[in-house]
């Protein structure tokens, strides 16, 4: 079946600019979550959704960044005014949403590079 | 969210079996353990999840002791393809937020 994909798979933008990241999550799941990973580090949390509200946007690291899931499906991070430590992949997962086990499938990222 | 802390890089040979340990001191009642793998270029992938005791299934086994401090993540007869990095992590999977560290370098070797 289909999984989380995440488009585009590329991005060079130059500094200053302001770019959009796309994330087409599993049919049915209902939370869905943003990371950015870093050369050589762990992903980094970004912010979770539950349906189309943002239920923890602690991981934002300024007001620059801004992520949307206005019908609780598809989601949009977007970041204004980029700078050159923007540079990183962006990972978006989703998952059914439930107590217990709750498994987060994950897509394959999105290569930002800021010049 | 539980802080863990793993081994930086690991490497085994074809055919053995690997075991990554993963400490939490702090882990809390409703916290889970959860394995992922990811390859280069790729977003991490669930390998399995556990609460207490042993896991198994048709890639791995988890080893949880009674006081679930840690785990031990076991890899049956590795091959090249499993080289990988492997994270560990624990959390209330319901809190949403995930917290990954950086991971154990698995290299596997011919």
């Known amino acids: 079946g289909a999984g989380v994909s995440q488009t585009p798979s590329n991005k060079v933008t130059e500094k200053g600019k302001y770019v959009e990241l796309r994330c087409d999550p599993i049919s049915g799941h209902t939370a869905l979550y943003w990371y950015r990973q870093s050369l050589g580090q762990g992903p980094e949390f970004l912010i979770y959704?539950?349906?189309?509200?943002?239920?923890?946007d602690s991981g934002l690291p300024n007001d620059r960044f801004f992520a949307v899931r206005p019908e609780g499906s598809v989601s949009t991070l977007k970041i204004q005014r980029t700078e050159r430590g923007d540079s990183a992949v962006y990972l978006c997962?989703?998952?059914?949403?439930?107590?217990?086990?709750?498994?987060?499938?994950f897509g394959p990222g999105t290569r930002l590079t800021v010049l | 969210l539980a802080k863990t802390t793993q081994p930086i890089s690991m490497d085994s040979y074809e055919g053995q079996e690997v075991n990554i340990t993963c400490s939490h001191n702090n882990i809390a009642t409703n916290d889970y353990i959860t394995w992922y793998q990811q390859f280069p270029s790729q977003g991490p992938r669930f390998i399995i999840q556990g609460y207490k005791t042993k896991v198994t299934n048709e890639v791995a086994s988890l080893f949880i002791p009674a006081d679930r401090k840690s785990s031990t993540l076991s890899l049956p007869r590795v091959s090249l393809s499993d080289t990988a990095v492997y994270y560990c992590l624990v959390g209330d999977t319901f809190a949403g937020k995930s917290t990954f560290g950086d991971g154990t370098t698995l290299t596997v070797k011919p």
């Open positions: 997962a989703s998952s059914l949403g439930r107590t217990g086990v709750d498994t987060q499938y």
């Open positions: 959704f539950q349906g189309t509200g943002a239920a923890d």
